[in-house]
């Protein structure tokens, strides 16, 4: 099976601009986390989808969205976008809605670098 | 409220010597427990995790981790370590609602 893959692997933009990264989970997944990575914050969690529905929130701002489809892709959004959005943003996908148990499944990550 | 700790930012072994990779969390119920390794330029990929039951746990690429609940740790351990080890490990404890990982350990190894 092909693993999880995100697009774009990178991106520059500036600050004020809005910026959508998109995720293709494994196939049979049906659930993708959000993390965004920052050296010495680690991975802080941004929010989980499950059948096109959001089950679960980090803490972060309302700038930070995100949206599933029915064939379990996933997108998420970062609007108004700040100097301290620069991270790496990872997605993760399990078989089955978070249980706290399961194996997650990680793609390689899309590096942003607002400016 | 829940948390990791890893309090190794960085460590430096030698190629060929023992590594152990300290993790205390804090969860107030019986934790779901598991490190990560990720290499540069990819994802985080799984190396073992702990649900219950026997409290030393075997992963993959020879790493172990033992489970203390007097202490609030899982410890990783590797008895050798190779080159192709280097890489940052990241302790994550899961609960009903998210995973909470650690701000992770960079290893290098030193031929």
């Known amino acids: 099976k092909a693993g999880v893959t995100q697009t774009p692997r990178y991106l520059i933009k500036t600050r004020g601009q809005q910026v959508t990264l998109s995720c293709s989970p494994i196939?049979?997944?049906?659930?993708v986390s959000w993390y965004q990575q920052t050296p010495g914050q680690g991975l802080q969690f941004l929010f989980e989808?499950?059948?096109?529905?959001?089950?679960n929130k980090g803490n972060f701002p309302g700038r930070f969205s995100g949206r599933q489809f029915s064939n379990s892709r996933s997108e998420m959004n970062v609007s108004t976008l700040e100097l301290g959005d620069s991270a790496l943003y990872l997605c993760a996908s399990t078989p089955t809605v978070h249980s706290g148990r399961e194996t997650q499944y990680f793609g390689p990550g899309t590096r942003l670098l607002v400016l | 409220a829940q948390s990791v700790t890893q309090p190794d930012i960085h460590i430096t072994v030698s190629e060929g010597a023992s590594l152990e990779l300290r993790c205390n969390y804090s969860y107030g119920a019986t934790p779901y427990l598991f490190w990560y390794v990720q290499s540069p330029g990819q994802g985080l990929q799984l190396l073992l995790k702990?649900?219950?039951?026997?409290?030393l746990v075997q992963g993959i690429k020879g790493f172990e981790a033992e489970f203390k609940r007097s202490q609030s740790s899982f410890n990783l351990r590797k008895p050798s370590v190779h080159w192709s080890d280097a890489a940052e490990y990241f302790c994550a404890v899961g609960t009903g609602n998210q995973f909470y990982f650690g701000t992770g350990t960079s290893l290098t190894v030193i031929p």
């Open positions: 989808y499950f059948s096109e529905t959001q089950r």
């Open positions: 196939s049979g997944h049906r659930s």
């Open positions: 702990y649900f219950s039951g026997d409290t």
